[in-house]
C-alpha cells in the first residue's frame, strides 16, 4: 500500500505557473509509473502527465508545452510544473501510482485526497 499527499494547489490568475508535489509514503523507485490526473466539476477525471520509473513522460494534448512532470526518488515525489494556466485548467488535481509495471499509466486505487488549482480569467 502508499499513501498520496498532493499540495501546491491554489488560486492564480490566467498566464500564471503552480507547482504541484505529490509526497508518498514509500518509495516511488518502484518500475510502476506514476501520474497527474485532473476532475473538473460534472467532468471524468483524466490523465494529464504520466512519468515512467525510467523517466519518460506522457502529456495530454491540452497540456503538451505548458506542463512538466518529474519525480524525485530520493525525496518520494512527483512534481507537476504548470505554466501557461488557463481557465480550462481548473480542476482537482490527484496523483497516483500505476497499477502496473511499465510505461502505460493505468490508474491503481492509489489515489490521494487532491489539490485545488483555481485559474482565474
Known amino acids: 500500500q502508499v499513501q498520496l499527499v498532493e499540495s501546491g494547489g491554489g488560486l492564480v490568475q490566467a498566464g500564471g505557473s503552480l507547482r504541484l508535489s505529490c509526497a508518498a509514503s514509500?518509495?516511488?523507485?518502484?518500475?510502476?509509473?506514476m501520474g497527474w490526473y485532473r476532475q473538473a466539476p460534472g467532468k471524468q477525471r483524466e490523465l494529464v502527465a504520466s512519468i515512467t520509473s525510467g523517466g519518460s513522460t506522457n502529456y495530454a494534448d491540452s497540456v503538451k508545452g505548458r506542463f512538466t512532470i518529474s519525480r524525485d526518488g530520493a525525496k518520494n515525489t512527483v512534481y507537476l510544473q504548470m505554466n501557461g494556466l488557463k481557465p480550462e485548467d481548473t480542476a482537482v488535481y490527484y496523483c497516483?501510482?500505476?497499477?502496473?509495471?511499465?510505461?502505460?499509466?493505468?490508474?491503481?486505487?492509489?489515489w490521494g485526497q487532491g489539490t485545488q488549482v483555481t485559474v482565474s480569467s
Open positions: 497516483n501510482m500505476g497499477r502496473f509495471p511499465g510505461a502505460t499509466m493505468i490508474p491503481s486505487n492509489y
Open positions: 514509500r518509495s516511488i523507485n518502484s518500475i510502476r509509473p
